[in-house]
Structures are given as C-alpha cells and as structure tokens.
C-alpha cells in the first residue's frame, strides 16, 4: 500500500510561509542589532505638543538620521548627519505643533550599517 501524496499546492504554500518567517525574523534581528535605536518622545504642554527624535547608541556610532512629521496641512522633513559615544543618548530632532490634530510620525536612523525604524500616529 501506497502513502498518501499531497498535493504540490500544499507544499509550495508551506515552502513560502516557512521563507517568509524566516526573513521575518532576520528582519527583526536587524532592527534588534543595530549600533543605534531610535525612539520618538512626545509630551503634550497646554494646546502643544512636541515631538523629539532620539537615536540611542550601544556603541561609538557615526550615521544619518531622516525625521519627518505629516499631517493635515504638516509637512516637516529634517535629516543629517550625527555622532555618538557608546551609551549616549543623541538627539536628532524636534517639533512643535498644535496638539490634537492627526499627524504621522517617522524616524529612521542609519548608523555602522544598520538601519532602526520608528514610527508613531498621534491623535
């Protein structure tokens, strides 16, 4: 008696699902080991809110950064270049906007070959 086959669909979606947790993890992986992380603080103060970009370095750290904040009739954009000691917390930049409007927040920070992301939705 013969085994039972299965179809080729069956283990050509298995392939794939199991490729893909694997680049999702070596993608979560990067992120984890990179020389610098990146962190968005907000606080809000009154009808304001500021908006701080933060790179943390694990290690003496040389890189670039892009910032930017989008919204309702919000457009900022600010980026360069920044240096750090290890354990230094760097900061990268900053806004200040009325509070309660809906704005995207995003942080990247490209520091000794590794890329961290950040992003956050306020209101």
Known sequence: MSSPRKPIWILAALVAVSLGAVFTAAGAME???????????????????????QAHADKAVSGSYEFSVTGSGTNLNQGGDFDGAAG???SLGSAMLTAGQSLDVELSVHASGSISKCSERLG
Request: hydrophobic share 40%; with cysteine.
């Open 31 to 53: 992120t984890s080991q990179a020389a610098a992380r990146c962190e968005i603080i907000t606080k809000k103060s009154g009808g304001l809110i500021s908006i701080q970009a």
């Open 88 to 90: 230094e917390t760097i």
